[in-house]
Every structure is written in structure tokens, then in C-alpha cells.
């Protein structure tokens, strides 16, 4: 069994380079796709935190997981098509621009 301090900073990693790509990229689907490792990285850590008691598995935690995972999925084609859109329109994925293009 892997211990909890590995997984929890392997989940604050992948919070972190999340956190790094959206705040850094201005490319949209690199801002989704850091999004979906955020999201990643959160249930990671919840998952982790739910078998730390005793080395019980909490299957409600883990059910919990598994439809986060699928709104996500959910959450993420609906972002994509949004950007498929924005790309036809705008011709260009750059936020910057975007704003630019607002006024």
C-alpha cells in the first residue's frame, strides 16, 4: 500500500501544474486541459483522504470519484465545443485576443 503523504503530494502537484496552466497559457484548450488536471488532482486527494482511516475503503467516496470523473468529462466536451466555436467565429484561440475582439 502506498502511503498517504506520496499520494497527497502527488495530488498538490497536480493542483499546482493546474493552477500553473491556467494562469500562464492563454491558449484555451491548454486552459481546459488544466482545468481537468485541477479537478484530477482534487479527487485524487479525496480519494486518498477516504482510505486513509484504518486502511477501510469507503466505497461512497469512491462512487463520488467516479461521477465526478464523468461530470467532469461531461463539463470539459462541453468547454471544447465552446472553443470549436470561438475558433470558427474568431479564427483564433488566444484569450487576449478574444478580449480584444470584445469591443
Known amino acids: 500500500m502506498i502511503a498517504v503523504n506520496i499520494?497527497?503530494?502527488f495530488a498538490i502537484v497536480l493542483v499546482?501544474?493546474?493552477f500553473y496552466?491556467?494562469?500562464v497559457k492563454r491558449n484555451m484548450i491548454k486552459?481546459?486541459?488544466g482545468i481537468e488536471v485541477m479537478t484530477n488532482g482534487a479527487i485524487l486527494s479525496l480519494?486518498?483522504?477516504a482510505s486513509y482511516k484504518n486502511g477501510f475503503v469507503d466505497p461512497l467516496v469512491h462512487s463520488l470519484a467516479v461521477m465526478?470523473?464523468?461530470v467532469g468529462g461531461c463539463i470539459a466536451a462541453v468547454a471544447l465545443s465552446l472553443v470549436v466555436h470561438a475558433y470558427k467565429h474568431y479564427k483564433t484561440l488566444d484569450i487576449r485576443?478574444?478580449?480584444r475582439?470584445?469591443?
Open 101 to 103: 475582439l470584445r469591443w
Open 16 to 18: 499546482i501544474l493546474g
Open 7 to 9: 499520494v497527497l503530494g
Open 31 to 33: 486552459m481546459i486541459i
Open 47 to 49: 480519494v486518498s483522504f
Open 68 to 70: 465526478a470523473i464523468a
Open 21 to 23: 496552466c491556467i494562469s
Open 97 to 99: 485576443e478574444l478580449r
